[in-house]
């Protein structure tokens, strides 16, 4: 299984070539930077995962509040 982030690096892959392939070089050039910044986050990614899980494991969650709750309260989207 792969994460959101890697499956959305895979479509950039995917769109690059179809951008050589068609000779469309600016918009593959444009993918490219955007692949870039997405591959920057892998590690923030896999941190916040990692910390979702160890909180769940060890009990920091409050066992009143639903993963849709957790995940608003963490991520300010309320």
């Known amino acids: 299984m ?3 982030m890697q499956e ?3 479509q ?5 070539a ?3 392939q068609r000779g469309d070089f600016e918009i593959m050039r444009l993918l ?7 591959e920057m986050k892998l590690d923030r990614e896999k941190e916040i995962i990692c910390n979702a899980f160890s909180d ?3 009990g920091a969650v409050e066992s009143r509040w ?3 709750e957790y995940f608003e309260e963490i991520f300010n989207n309320k």
């Open 2 to 4: 792969k994460t959101p």
């Open 8 to 10: 959305l690096i895979e």
């Open 12 to 16: 950039f892959n995917e769109e690059i």
């Open 18 to 20: 179809r951008a050589e």
């Open 32 to 38: 490219q930077v955007t692949k870039s910044l997405a």
């Open 56 to 58: 769940a494991r060890h």
């Open 66 to 68: 639903t993963a849709e």
